[in-house]
């Protein structure tokens, strides 16, 4: 099973709310990501989280919050966030260590737009 | 900084044609992907690439890898309709804190028509 489930598939939200994306995998990867996926355009890496901890950010926003409650989970906070913002966003994992690396597995994605 | 390059960028094709798309990237990296992705949706994992000279084929799509060159090729034969999408190379950042960071190609958006 290669599966990475997101929820919520489509999220419309004001620039004053807050909201979470979710990410689940049960693979036993221990890297994830969160990528943002504009139209037309390639994934841009947003965070990486390698055995529970965030081992990459990529110079995000503050309004772009990431946390990983465990080895299965991937959550994305979002507050404040501008139309700018509205993308695709992408989670992944693969089977990452220092020593090798796999695959890259991707979600269906969040389909976000901020009014 | 690691830069990869597709060319294409956008191609038109009839169906039973063959074509290449071709990834230059601009740094050693010893691991090559390629993604697809149908309008709207996620990226599906097509073939991984790990050392040079590394051929992969499924169905009408075969890949290639020369690392010297630094150059993945993606050929498609006989083209039918169903192989419409956006095609994207990715290559993960050598050492051993990238983490497996992919960077991708700017993709290219392949149409096959009658």
């Known amino acids: 099973d290669t599966e990475v489930t997101q929820t919520p598939k489509h999220l419309v939200m004001g620039m004053t709310n807050k909201k979470s994306l979710k990410c689940e995998q049960h693979?036993?990867?221990?890297?994830m990501y969160w990528y943002k996926q504009k139209a037309k355009k390639p994934p841009e890496l947003m965070f990486v989280?390698?055995?529970?901890?965030?081992?990459i950010n990529e110079s995000v926003p503050s309004r772009f919050s990431p946390e990983c409650p465990n080895s299965s989970l991937l959550n994305l906070h979002l507050h404040a966030l501008q139309p700018e913002d509205s993308a695709l966003y992408l989670c992944?994992?693969?089977?990452?260590?220092?020593?090798?690396?796999?695959?890259?597995?991707f979600g269906p994605g969040t389909r976000l737009t901020v009014l | 900084e690691l830069k990869v390059e597709q060319n294409p960028l956008f191609l038109s094709m009839q169906e039973g044609k063959n074509y290449t798309i071709y990834c230059n990237y601009s740094t050693t990296s010893d691991r090559l992907y390629w993604y697809r992705q149908d309008p709207g949706k996620s990226l599906e994992s097509l073939f991984v690439?790990?050392?040079?000279?590394a051929v992969k084929q499924e169905g009408r799509l075969m890949a290639s890898l020369d690392t010297k060159a630094r150059l993945s090729t993606l050929h498609i034969t006989a083209a039918v309709h169903d192989l419409s999408a956006t095609y994207f190379c990715a290559v993960v950042n050598a050492g051993g804190t990238s983490y497996g960071k992919l960077t991708f190609g700017q993709g290219t958006i392949l149409t096959v028509h009658p």
């Open positions: 989280y390698s055995y529970e901890k965030l081992s």
């Open positions: 992944a994992s693969s089977n990452w260590d220092v020593s090798r690396t796999d695959t890259q597995y």
């Open positions: 693979m036993g990867h221990r890297a």
């Open positions: 690439l790990l050392s040079n000279g």
